[in-house]
């Protein structure tokens, strides 16, 4: 059965002919005739009576609603992807990382809802590897995130590099690694530290920095907001190593302090002292065919980052 078959059995009903049916349809007579022959083969029945008036057999009347509604269906899903493929989005729905919703982002969306004033953009702020699962499972249309190649290096991913940042530590102004200028992983490894609860990426990376030294990481709290973490630092016990993005407003806090990592003359991470993140855009293929999403993905990639250096200096 095909649609066009279908459609030439509706046009019929509705004309009680297959000369009108045919110029309805914008086919010839002949090709109308064929079109519900093949289809009274498939179903076994024939639809029309065809001594004068073409009238629908019962085998018609069974089909009549039926096929109405299919090519209601079909009329209304063309619809709906040639309104998609010209912009017309209800909603674009971005998962991002909590550093780049607090600082990075809000140019960008206000970019963008200007520009696409009738599609409601929602944001949700999520851990890496929730927000990728999220992209996978279809629930959002695009994730800004700690690249994990791990999972993120599929066919129909598309991956755009948007930075690379330094991490650094964020102790009390009074905490002791605060008097150094350049934290040592010697010391830095010897106080309990607020990390970041599963799932997200930053937790698994100075894991596994700390596995690398073959020194045993102290998590003593677990949270997932960067409030949080400045909240429970600035009482002066624990330590917390963030990415530079995530530390704007610390620097800014005069009862916190923000250190960068030191080389270590007695240990050192296999590849050099520095640990850095890389925070990556992405989407699917086929998403980024949409307007919108292919101009929220340029918007991001013309404004984020907007100037690294300037956080290390504030």
Same mark, same amino acid.
């Given at each position: 059965?095909?649609?066009?078959?279908?459609?030439? =059995?509706?046009?019929?009903? %509705?004309?009680?002919?297959?000369?009108?049916?045919? *110029?309805?349809?914008?086919?010839?007579?002949?090709? !109308?005739?064929?079109?519900?022959?093949?289809? %009274?083969? &498939?179903?076994?029945? %024939?639809?029309?009576?065809?001594?004068?008036?073409?009238?629908?057999?019962?085998?018609?009347?069974?089909?009549?609603?039926?096929?109405? *509604?299919?090519?209601?269906?079909?009329?209304?899903?063309?619809?709906?992807?040639? &309104?998609?493929?010209?912009?017309?989005?209800?909603?674009?729905?971005?998962?991002?990382?909590?550093?780049?919703?607090?600082?990075?982002? #809000? #140019?960008?969306?206000?970019? =963008?809802?200007?520009?696409?004033?009738?599609?409601?953009? @929602?944001?949700? /702020?999520?851990?890496?590897? @929730?927000?990728?699962?999220?992209?996978?499972?279809?629930? !959002?249309?695009?994730?800004?995130?700690?690249?994990?190649?791990?999972?993120?290096?599929?066919?129909?991913?598309?991956?755009?590099?948007?930075?690379?940042?330094?991490?650094?530590?964020?102790?009390?102004?009074?905490?002791?690694?605060? %008097?150094?200028?350049?934290? #040592?992983?010697?010391?830095?490894?010897?106080?309990?530290?607020?990390?970041? *609860?599963?799932?997200?990426?930053?937790?698994?990376?100075?894991?596994?920095?700390?596995?690398?030294? &073959?020194?045993?990481?102290?998590?003593?709290?677990?949270?997932?907001?960067? &409030?949080? =973490?400045?909240?429970?630092? @600035?009482?002066?016990? =624990?330590? $917390?190593?963030? #990415?530079?993005? $995530?530390? !704007?407003?610390?620097?800014?806090?005069?009862?916190?302090?923000?250190?960068?990592?030191?080389?270590?003359?007695?240990?050192?991470?296999?590849?050099?002292?520095?640990?850095?993140?890389?925070?990556?855009?992405?989407?699917?293929?086929?998403?980024?065919?949409?307007?919108?999403?292919?101009?929220?993905?340029?918007?991001?990639?013309?404004?984020?980052?907007?100037?690294?250096?300037?956080?290390?200096? /504030?």
């Amino acid at each position: 059965m095909r649609l066009e078959q279908l459609q030439a =059995f509706l046009a019929i009903a %509705e004309t009680g002919s297959f000369q009108q049916a045919a *110029k309805k349809c914008g086919v010839t007579q002949s090709s !109308v005739s064929r079109q519900i022959q093949a289809l %009274e083969t &498939d179903l076994g029945l %024939e639809l029309f009576h065809r001594k004068g008036q073409a009238k629908l057999t019962l085998a018609g009347e069974l089909l009549l609603p039926r096929a109405r *509604k299919i090519c209601q269906e079909w009329e209304t899903v063309t619809q709906e992807i040639t &309104d998609l493929l010209a912009g017309k989005q209800p909603e674009l729905c971005i998962a991002a990382i909590h550093s780049l919703c607090a600082y990075y982002l #809000p #140019p960008v969306l206000q970019k =963008f809802c200007r520009n696409y004033p009738d599609v409601q953009l @929602r944001v949700t /702020s999520l851990g890496s590897d @929730r927000a990728l699962k999220v992209l996978k499972d279809g629930l !959002v249309d695009l994730a800004i995130v700690m690249n994990n190649q791990l999972l993120t290096a599929t066919r129909e991913m598309v991956v755009a590099v948007l930075y690379d940042e330094p991490i650094e530590v964020l102790t009390a102004a009074d905490h002791p690694l605060a %008097e150094y200028e350049h934290v #040592p992983w010697s010391e830095l490894i010897h106080y309990p530290q607020v990390v970041f *609860k599963d799932g997200y990426g930053m937790q698994r990376l100075v894991q596994d920095s700390f596995e690398r030294l &073959d020194a045993t990481l102290q998590a003593a709290l677990e949270v997932n907001t960067l &409030d949080a =973490f400045r909240g429970v630092v @600035r009482q002066g016990g =624990f330590v $917390a190593l963030l #990415p530079r993005s $995530a530390l !704007v407003e610390a620097r800014n806090d005069p009862s916190l302090a923000v250190r960068p990592l030191a080389s270590d003359s007695n240990i050192a991470l296999p590849d050099g002292c520095s640990l850095t993140r890389q925070v990556v855009m992405i989407t699917t293929q086929d998403r980024l065919q949409i307007p919108p999403i292919q101009h929220f993905w340029e918007l991001v990639q013309e404004n984020i980052p907007p100037q690294l250096d300037s956080l290390q200096q /504030s």
